[in-house]
């Protein structure tokens, strides 16, 4: 019986370690998984302050660009913009791969944190005051961030 009973307690020691180490382990592996969170939400953190030290001035600069070929096709014949429309899609098309959107605008009220009113447009229904009736120049938005504001006219009611 002494043998059994030590047999049993060698067991339960046995056992106990056991638990001991995958109570340890457990603990480890949270703490480890703790760690590794924490480092992607500072690479992320990271990430986002690149975007915004580096891809935002950029893409304010390639959309003066855009607007600059936006001014040359209003001055040529419908037939010779085919060009300069390529080369407006192809830019916009690589701001966009990097995130870039296009803010809306037209009939949407108007909205100071996403627009910038540049002319009051007379309007006859009064649901088109307040709201954006022409877009000047877009805005866009790099993520959440509004890179540029869009250029809008904004509708007032007319007084007859």
Same mark, same amino acid.
């Given at each position: 019986?002494? +043998?059994? &009973?030590?047999?049993?307690? %060698? ?5 106990? $370690?056991?638990?001991?180490?995958? *109570?340890?382990?457990?603990l480890e592996d949270q703490s480890? $998984? ?7 939400? %500072?690479? /992320?953190?990271? *990430? $986002? #302050? ?27 014949? &419908? ?6 429309? &390529?080369? /407006? ?11 870039? /959107?296009?803010?809306?605008?037209? #009939? ?7 627009? +910038?009113?540049?002319?009051?447009? =007379?309007?006859? &229904? =009064? ?10 120049? =877009? #805005? ?12 809008? #006219?904004?509708?007032?009611?007319? $007084?007859?």
């Amino acid at each position: 019986m002494t +043998e059994t &009973s030590a047999d049993v307690a %060698q067991l339960a020691e046995e056992v106990a $370690q056991l638990r001991d180490l995958f *109570q340890r382990r457990l603990l480890e592996d949270q703490s480890r $998984q703790g760690m590794y969170d924490e480092l992607y939400r %500072q690479l /992320r953190f990271a *990430q $986002q #302050g690149l975007a915004e030290q580096f891809i935002a001035p950029m893409a304010r600069e390639i959309l003066l660009v855009v607007d600059r070929v936006d001014a040359l096709a209003a001055h040529l014949a &419908s037939g010779d913009t085919d060009v300069l429309e &390529s080369v /407006r899609a192809e830019l916009l098309e690589v701001l966009h791969r990097r995130g870039l /959107r296009e803010v809306d605008a037209t #009939g949407l009220d108007f909205d100071p944190r996403v627009h +910038e009113a540049v002319a009051r447009v =007379p309007v006859t &229904s =009064p649901e088109d005051v307040g709201r954006v009736v022409e877009v000047r120049r =877009p #805005g866009y938005a790099l993520e959440d961030r509004l890179l540029r504001p869009a250029q809008v #006219g904004v509708g007032y009611l007319a $007084q007859e």
